[in-house]
Structure formats: C-alpha cells, structure tokens
C-alpha cells in the first residue's frame, strides 16, 4: 500500500515469505493494531490460530483487536519480538478516533436450543421391543389389504380347464348364499394352486379376489418371520385377525411350502411353531367369530413339501393344477408383451407352436430377448428396423422352458408318491403329454 510505513511494508514481504511463522505474524499483527488498522490485526491473528490454533497470545491479540474485553490472563506464550526503533514519518492525524467496541453480549443458548429442537431428530433408535414386548410388525394396522381389484378370470388368457375347476370347486358356492345356505356350505375355503414356476398362479388367485368382490392380503415368508421369541407367531394370528375384520377377504399365501414346510423336516423350532400357528388360524379356533368371509389360497411349487396336515379337510382341501399356458393362453401372452413393441407381419401360430411347455415367465423373455436382438441390429446397422417372426423365433430356439426341470421332479413324486390320489391331476396330464 501506498500510504503504510517501511517497516510494515518490510515485514509484509516477510510474513508471505515465511507463512508459518507464527511469531513473526503475531509481530506484524500488534505492529498493525498499534497502527489503529484493527480489521488487518484481527486477519493476521486468524491466520495464525490457523497454524497454531492453541496459541493464547494469538487469541489474546485477537480479542483486543475486535475491542473484546479480556476475562482471564492469557497463558504466557512467546514474547514478541520488539521492532526495532525507526523514525517514522509524520502521520496526518486522523479526523475521527475509532469508537471503542461494545462488549458482545452473552450467547442465548436457550433460544438457540429452541430453534433447533424441532429439526434435529433422536440420534439413536429405541428398542422395537420397548414398549409392549412386540416390534413394529406385530401391529395388525401394518398389513397392508388391497381393495377388490379389477381383475377377472376373464382377463386370464386361455387355460379354460382351470377355470371351469375353479367356477365349479370354489366360486360357484361363493356366488349363490341361498344354495349354501341350503346345502350348509360355510363361507369359508381353502385352495391350494400348485404348478411349474412361472404359469401365473399369483394372478389367478387375484383373479379369483376380483370374482368374489373380496380384499386381498399377501403373505410370504418375508412378511412372517420376525428375530424375536413370538413375533413371527403373532404375525400370522394379526393377519387373520386383519382378514377376518376386511372379510370378505382372501388371504393370498404365496409360496406355501416355505411358509408351512413339513414340520418333520424342520430343525428349526421357529418354523414350527409358525406352521402351528398356521394351522390354528386356519381352523378359526383364535377367533370366537371363525373364519366366516375369509377365503384362503396358496401357491408353491412343491406341493409335495408342505406339511400334510395343511392339506387335511377343512384347511387346504381342494388342490388345483396351474400348467403351463396352453396355445390360447400363450397366444395372448405373445400379444400382451408385444403390444407396444415395434413389430412387423409377426406370425403368432409359428411361434405358439414352438413355444410348447413355455411358462408365462418364458414368454416374457422371449420377447425380450427379440427386441434385444433387433435392437443391438439397429445399432450396428444405424436405421432402425422393426421386430420381425424370424427374431422372435431365433429368440424361441435359444431357450430352454423352465418348466421341465420341474416335470422331471414331479414325475417320480406323481409315479411314486400318490398316497390318496393328491397328484392324479399331474399324472394324467404327464400321460397326456407322453412325459412318463
């Protein structure tokens, strides 16, 4: 600066040739306060708590240069260093003496804390278990219950076979109170679908809630099991109890024989006791009301092990057998996962003959697989090109139905392990289909 003395121009130079030496700028920085430059004074000391941050003597020529009064002696720190005596120039004198600084007034640390109480949350979680002996789950108001959905069994692509056995076995019934009444027939039942992986036996069981006007509450193994003694117990009795307040409700156990896996199997004795209680709310013997409204079906892929005595009469007595979507069936999955495609002249009769034993899930993939193949072509090429019959049938000959390593596994059980006829659906369709 123009109008600085020689001295502080030379210890300037010095303080940026030697950052760190904090005894130096401590220097320059009382050779500035001295000067009445207090604003300088207050960056230099900030510099130089910044190199020495537990300097007393930094902070203490801090204060005085923000014109805040010393509480407590300083802790002696290293003297400064005296400047040599130099004549210095005649000043003007200043027009007007700095004001001396107010003290700053003490911290409102109330006020504070009630500015901040209501956006700074618990640091720590409470024990799920703290209130009551129950975690979270155990709340019945938990278990979310779909309303009764649009879906029909008209909506169910082909597979007539199957809805004929549903209209007759299960729904009918349901359908016609007085008959019931009449014949007394409880409203209440239990249906067990059973099939290859894939072939839809999650969505014909909405299709039925659709039919009955009913709610619908899924259950699987995730929603059950719970780490602590009890819990997963009390989870199967609150979604019965949620069911029978929703009633009508269908109760949907999706993949049963995790759920309800034979006990004489189970080594674990937390999975039998949720197999236990499974069978207790099942018979409506925890409720004073039953079952009355509540409709259960599950689903797995290995009925053969799910423990029997979810089988016996009065629980999951009727059986029905999802297979793999026959050609209408299959005709209008192939329409429903191209339907907003890019596709051109696709020949639907080639490929339903080709996809023979396809689950739904396969189906999907095929055309996933032709849309992947046409597009990487369109990339190469650089012009866009529609799906063609010839990529999805390229797509057919690479894959592989998923659906027969479960007929090999189903065939020794059908041939071997039909006590009381359980399987002589299955085993006339593996006749039908030459699979014996």
């Known amino acids: 600066m123009a109008d600085e003395s020689p001295l502080i121009s030379s210890l300037r130079t010095a303080v940026a040739a030697a950052p760190g030496d904090v005894p130096l700028r401590l220097h320059f920085a009382e050779l500035l306060l001295s000067e009445g430059r207090?604003?300088?004074?207050?960056?230099?000391?900030?510099?130089?708590?910044?190199?020495?941050?537990?300097?007393?003597?930094?902070?203490?020529l801090m204060m005085r240069a923000?014109?805040?009064?010393?509480?407590?002696?300083?802790?002696p720190g290293p003297?400064?260093?005296?400047?040599?005596?130099?004549?210095?120039?005649?000043?003007?004198?200043?027009?007007?003496?700095?004001?001396?600084?107010e003290p700053a007034p003490a911290f409102d640390w109330a006020a504070a804390e009630q500015q901040?109480?209501?956006?700074?949350?618990?640091?720590?979680?409470?024990?799920?278990?703290?209130?009551?002996?129950?975690?979270?789950?155990?709340?019945?108001a938990a278990w979310d219950v779909?309303?009764?959905?649009?879906?029909?069994?008209?909506?169910v692509g082909g597979m007539e076979e199957v809805k004929d056995r549903l209209e007759a076995a299960f729904l009918a019934p349901m359908r016609n109170p007085e008959l019931r009444r009449l014949y007394g027939k409880s409203l209440r039942g239990g249906l067990l679908?059973?099939?290859?992986?894939?072939?839809?036996?999650?969505?014909?069981?909405?299709?039925?809630?659709?039919?009955?006007?009913?709610n619908f509450l899924t259950v699987s193994l995730s929603d059950v099991l719970d780490m602590w003694i009890g819990a997963s117990e009390k989870n199967i009795h609150d979604i019965f109890e949620t069911a029978r307040r929703q009633a009508p409700c269908v109760v949907f156990l999706d993949e049963l024989d995790a759920l309800g896996a034979k006990r004489s199997r189970t080594h674990h004795s937390g999975l039998r006791n949720v197999v236990n209680q499974l069978l207790t709310e099942l018979d409506g013997i925890a409720s004073g009301a039953g079952n009355e409204g509540v409709f259960v079906l599950?689903?797995?892929?290995?009925?053969?092990?799910?423990?029997?005595?979810?089988?016996?009469?009065?629980r999951l007595d009727r059986t029905l057998l999802v297979l793999p979507p026959d050609a209408a069936a299959r005709e209008a999955i192939l329409r429903y996962h191209l339907r907003e495609r890019p596709i051109e002249a696709v020949d639907l009769g080639k490929l339903v003959k080709v996809t023979e034993d396809f689950s739904g899930a396969d189906l999907a993939h095929?055309?996933?697989?032709?849309?992947?193949?046409?597009?990487?072509?369109s990339a190469r090429s650089g012009s866009v090109r529609l799906i063609t019959t010839k990529d999805l049938l390229g797509a057919a000959k690479q894959i592989k139905p998923s659906t027969e390593p479960w007929f090999a596994a189903a065939r020794n059980v059908a041939m071997f392990a039909n006590e009381g006829g359980l399987y002589d659906d299955l085993l006339a369709y593996l006749k039908r289909k030459r699979k014996l």
């Not at 207090?38 to 900030?46: F, K, T």
């Not at 923000?66 to 802790?75: A, D, K, N, Y």
């Not at 779909?146 to 909506?155: F, T």
Request: glycine share 10%.
């Open 38 to 60: 207090n604003e300088e004074a207050v960056a230099e000391a900030a510099v130089a708590l910044q190199h020495a941050p537990g300097d007393a003597a930094a902070r203490a």
């Open 66 to 75: 923000m014109g805040v009064p010393s509480t407590s002696t300083p802790e």
């Open 79 to 101: 003297a400064p260093v005296q400047p040599p005596v130099v004549e210095k120039p005649e000043a003007p004198a200043p027009t007007e003496a700095p004001a001396p600084s």
């Open 116 to 140: 901040v109480q209501d956006l700074v949350g618990p640091r720590f979680l409470e024990d799920p278990q703290a209130e009551g002996g129950e975690g979270a789950a155990g709340d019945a």
């Open 146 to 155: 779909d309303a009764p959905g649009a879906v029909r069994l008209a909506d």
């Open 193 to 214: 679908l059973y099939g290859p992986p894939g072939c839809g036996k999650t969505f014909i069981a909405r299709a039925v809630a659709g039919e009955l006007g009913a």
């Open 298 to 314: 599950a689903a797995t892929n290995v009925p053969w092990d799910v423990d029997i005595a979810l089988r016996r009469p009065g």
């Open 366 to 377: 095929l055309c996933e697989s032709a849309a992947e193949a046409a597009l990487l072509d």
